[in-house]
């Protein structure tokens, strides 16, 4: 079985674009998406939302991604509480589901025909969405209440479940639910309430379902999750995170891994690059190359075998310096892979 080359999510703006004005005219787009207008007839956000993220989507492509996660400009946190408090307001956790849209994935929606006809294939796509857990503990905090856990979870499940896209040119691939906090902050302790709004998040078909973790602590409660496909572990910038998962424990659970084979711990990098006397470090010098990604990939690989059916970046490139730096890591991570 190949290894499906993917990226988690996030992606540098380009460097002429405000990070201010990019903002405003998310806002302002996901509101006009929820109102059925379109926002390529507005020249605002035709220029500073549509343009922006098909042209970052396409970079991605370009690359050699097998499965390309749309482009993730927005704070992965607000992406979905902005929406979230809209509902508090109203007395709820849990989002109206005409609301629970991302406007990223309305645009590769709209923009698939251009794009896989100018590729000459179809498109495949990933989509991240912040998961309950790590909202929860970004709105309240770590002090657990359980129906409103279950609120987030359904909230979550819902934004997952309106992103799946099936037509001619586009196929939702995956859809990762991340949880960079579990295993280092916890809301819940106990396996039940986990296994309860974990379930309830990925409840919807169509697409292979992943969970992005930055600590395997607590990777054995994961594995539990009945309707959960792939677990996905950093392992460039952490090693240690695979030795808590053994093949055996997925092929018990029948579940599938993915593994991070390159670093985008971006800022530790510069560090280290700096204590060795260089100050103003280029694409070059940020990114690993080949051959020392591609030796966590034969590792990986040697280790779960058919188990492994995806690889790619440890986590996103959102705070990378420049869209050229994170195609460079996004293009050595394929080769690394596909030129054995």
């Not at 002429?16 to 302002?28: G, Q, T």
């Not at 280290?272 to 966590?296: A, M, N, S």
């Not at 995806?310 to 394929?334: I, S, Y």
């Amino acid at each position: 079985m190949n290894v499906l080359v993917d990226d988690v999510g996030s992606f540098p703006l380009p460097v002429n674009m405000d990070r201010r004005i990019f903002e405003k005219a998310y806002v302002l787009a996901r509101k006009a998406i929820i109102e059925g207008k379109s926002i390529k007839k507005d020249d605002f956000l035709l220029n500073n939302f549509y343009r922006i993220v098909v042209d970052s989507f396409k970079k991605k492509i370009d690359t050699g991604l097998d499965v390309v996660n749309y482009p993730q400009h927005y704070d992965i946190h607000k992406q979905f509480a902005d929406v979230i408090h809209e509902s508090m307001n109203k007395g709820t956790y849990i989002v109206d589901e005409k609301h629970a849209i991302i406007p990223e994935v309305k645009v590769v929606q709209e923009a698939a025909k251009e794009i896989c006809e100018e590729r000459g294939e179809k498109i495949l796509l990933r989509v991240c969405v912040t998961g309950p857990l790590e909202l929860y503990i970004k709105e309240l905090g770590t002090t657990p209440y359980r129906d409103i856990l279950l609120m987030f979870a359904e909230t979550t499940r819902r934004f997952a479940k309106n992103s799946i896209l099936d037509s001619k040119y586009v196929k939702t691939e995956v859809v990762s639910i991340d949880e960079p906090s579990f295993g280092f902050q916890d809301v819940v302790s106990d396996r039940e309430t986990v296994l309860d709004v974990m379930e309830k998040t990925f409840d919807f078909k169509e697409a292979t379902k992943q969970i992005h973790l930055h600590s395997s602590s607590r990777i054995a409660d994961i594995l539990e999750v009945k309707n959960l496909d792939v677990v996905s572990l950093e392992y460039a910038a952490s090693p240690k995170n695979i030795e808590a998962v053994s093949k055996k424990m997925l092929e018990k659970m029948d579940k599938q891994i993915r593994i991070g084979i390159s670093r985008t711990d971006v800022d530790s990098i510069i560090a280290e690059l700096f204590e060795r006397g260089v100050t103003k470090p280029h694409p070059e010098q940020l990114v690993e190359d080949e051959e020392t990604i591609r030796r966590r990939f034969t590792a990986a690989r040697n280790k779960y075998g058919d188990r492994m059916t995806f690889t790619g970046p440890d986590c996103g490139l959102g705070g990378w310096p420049t869209q050229e730096a994170a195609q460079l890591l996004l293009k050595r991570t394929v080769n690394a892979v596909k030129n054995l």
